[in-house]
């Protein structure tokens, strides 16, 4: 059976169960398929509790007021660093091939993506 | 006292006066290797043989003059940092046969200025943990006591470094993981400022927070290995084009006339009373030297942790992607299509902790989430940064304990992650706001387990933290006491 590979763009409605339950097992696979994961029955059991009770920790955040308040995503900002376009050397082929786990040819062997 | 017990800056008179070689030092340290590694574990992977070309090599140089401060002086790098033609882990099995084609800056540099590369280091995988028990290869011990955690992630560093199985050490600090390690080893490791160092070739967990930086015995070879791995580099492009000063001519000096702030929050929170009680008499022996303490205030200390559990994760999911199994790394066989080869090699290549905050950061940055979890995180980030800004107009550097609790027993806290956090409770504020933070030894609990004094200071402000440092050191005699091996 074809796995449907689109379900990253799919948009995810939070499920409205138990809302003491910040994250349910249906919502642990999804975001494994997200993440490129897969777990087992137990490790997902294990999982869904672990994230349950760090995710209800995070509900501190909410006491407090950062309507007005900006976000900083880096700690020391720099704007639009660049170079000049200029050709530079770069990774030679064999050298970027090195550690392929399938090379062929000087190409990355890869399971069929497209059918 | 033998060669391999000695710190870098006095082995460097020895070297320069050519009392002692290279080859003599690395050989010494290369034993002391093989006495006591089995039982610490510091190393994922060693390499004596390309240690003892390099010594050569700076022996060579030494002859001629030519020797720098670190010229011929073994040291060890986190396996999070390229070294090329040497395996680089990174703690993980995804890892496990990865060859970089490259050196990290750091690894360059530190090759230009003559070092001698004893091996690479333990680690949680991919820096993700606080007692270096997430590494696939084993957890490195404590050498205090081998019961113990070495603390993390950069465990493997500070444990070679306390146990002379090299003379000093890089590691890698995103949420604390050098300071902490360093308290709960007894030695002296700094985070710098954010953009101080180069990444480039440190294999990336939290491209805000991560920094590398120093493990040594003393200050004065801390503010060594700072002069030599700091400085702009374009390949990173988040490193600061600022200038490097030398950071010795900020030892020697007094602490007199300076003003360290105490968070007042610091002394509530589930910290060890003998923590409390050594700091306490650190902040005496300070006064005693002329500094004037002042109370200050980091209101939103209580929501850092909460604040990096969200971003920290988020950007390593996005930072961990890259392990597919496609270029590099491990690949997992038998899979039926695509999909199934990502799924599988990342089932097996990743450990528990890893594959739990890649969830916790996917799901945070998820249509529906990011507003509520990555986007209000970094809006209380500012607010953190900007508690620290409020602080430092009062202050020149804070002074606070390094982690809650002296080094815990190995098994203690696997399987609580929140408890396992709760250790970065310190440490993690100033990766938030990009400042940097030393820890050194300031006391040994009753049982003899070391305990660490942090010292932070405004952005590029290194020098009044090493100021600071060194004073208290050259005051005290914590830095002087060996585990017993």
Redesign the interface.
Known sequence: M??D?SLCYH????SLGDPKMK?SGQ??EH??L??????SQAEKER?TT??N???E??D??K??D?SQ????????T?KN?F?EDQVLPS?PQD??L?????GDRGF?R????IE | MNLYEMTAHRLHDLLARKEITSRELTESVLKRVEEVEGRIHAYITLTPDMALEQAVAADLRIQKGEAEPLTGIPLAVKDVICTRGVRTTCGSHILENFIPPYDATVTEKLKAAGAVFIGKTNMDEFAMGSSTENSFYGPSRNPWDLDRIPGGSSGGSAAAVAADECIVSLGSDTGGSIRQPAACCGVVGMKPTYGRVSRYGLVAFASSLDQIGPFSKDVRDTALLLNAISGHEPRDSTSVDLPVPDYTRALGGDVRGMVLGVPQETFGKGIDPEVAGSVREAIEVLIKLGAKIVDVSLPHSDYALAVYYIIAPCEASSNLARYDGVKYGFRAGGGEDLLDMYQETRWQGFGAEVKRRIMLGTYALSAGYYDAYYLKASRVRTLIRKDFEEAFRRCDALILPTAPTPAFRLGEKVDDPLQMYLSDIFTIPCNLAGLPGLSLPCGFTGEGLPIGLQILGNFFQEEKILRVAWAFEQNTEHHLRKPIL
């Open positions: 074809k796995k590979t948009f995810f409605k939070p994250i919502e642990v975001v494994a997200l993440a490129r994961l897969k777990f999982f672990q994230l009770s760090i995710l920790y995070m501190k955040l006491e407090l950062t308040v900006e976000p900083t995503f880096h700690a020391v720099r660093v170079r990774s050298l970027t090195s550690n392929a786990p399938d990355f890869v399971p069929k993506i």
